[in-house]
């Protein structure tokens, strides 16, 4: 029985220790989710029609 109780305090001790760093994964990944889908929209903006110039093709009546 001693052996199961040493065991004990060994697991929840790893639990207590893995725990920060998984809570402070989740958290950096949901800002770089949050960066990236900011940068996403941001990106879009670029691309826009109305931000594009509009460009004057001659219109050829030769062309079938």
């Known amino acids: 029985m001693n052996h199961q109780n040493e065991y004990s305090h060994l697991t929840t001790l790893g639990l207590s220790l893995a725990t920060l760093p998984f809570l402070a994964g989740l958290v950096m990944m949901k800002t770089i989710n949050q ?15 109305d931000r594009l110039p509009l460009l004057n093709f001659p219109h050829n009546s030769d062309c079938g």
């Open 35 to 49: 960066d990236l889908l900011a940068w996403g929209e941001e990106s879009e903006e670029i691309f826009r029609g």
